[in-house]
């Protein structure tokens, strides 16, 4: 009996991850015609139906939700046996500060996958705001940061951003308003305002943004982190900045809902970076950064 091929796995598994083909597709490096035939495969190998198909994108059926977990642990299987083949195991503690607006939703499935495929590493994460984690890059608060920082802005922020160029890009996203549906649709005179705390560096930019523009608004609730914000949006308490990523369910882009009445300024996106190493910085902790941009790119 002839097993899997573990192409047509990945492709599963990276569908059940994404929700859908067409988010599959460009984290797989394929169109989604060559993602729709992988799955066909796969299916026709497995001899039931896997996947279900319909406008919210794809379900696991119950077969498929049995072979997700035998998916991705052939594939840790196969990538591990690689990187020992060629000596690129990890073994050691590590210390990995991770922003909280770095992909919220699945962020957790990574770190899972990447203890999967380094079994001896033991790694220990710290979620903190992106200005603590550039802020402490030359202390010994953790090993390698991953912060987020704006790209394309004008002012002050852009001097300060291009300052602090360097490290490992491994995305950039959009940034968008975002509200509750029933908020969206509501335009007010003066912007309810859902944000992290004045120490966040997004915080600082919005309010800047706003303030140079002579848009009126008022913070109307302060979030301790995204998860927070997310709630708080979902509540209906106002309109708030997010990147494409870290928007959660039960809120929308504003411009989505043809609300040109808020009068909202454009926004700049945003990139996701690894610091840059530290001087004298260990062999352990450099292949770590490699295997971390290759797993969160």
Known sequence: MRGFETDQLRTFV???????????????FLSQSSVSEQLRKLEARAGVPLLTRGKRGAALTPAGARLLDY???????????????????LDGEL???VTDYFRPGEIAGMLRRLRDRYPYLKLHVTVMKSAAIEAAADLDTFDIGLSMRLIGARGPEARREGAARGGTVLRREALAWVAAPEIAQAPQPTLPLVLLPDSCSLHQFVVQLL??????????????GVAGLHLALAAGLGVSCLNTSAIGPGVMPVDAADAS??????????EFYLLAPR??????????????????G
Request: glycine share 6%; net charge positive.
């Open 14 to 28: 990276a569908v059940a991850e994404s929700g859908s083909l067409s988010a599959a597709a460009p984290r797989l």
């Open 71 to 89: 998916a991705r642990r052939i594939l840790s299987l196969n990538e591990q046996a690689m990187a020992e083949l060629r000596g690129q195991t």
């Open 95 to 97: 210390r990995l500060a």
């Open 211 to 224: 303030m140079r523009r002579r848009r009126e608004f008022d913070i109307a609730h302060s979030a301790s």
């Open 261 to 270: 009445g808020w009068k909202l300024p454009a926004l700049p996106s945003v």
């Open 279 to 296: 001087r004298g910085e260990g062999e352990f902790i450099e292949q770590a950064r490699q295997a971390l941009a290759e797993q969160f």
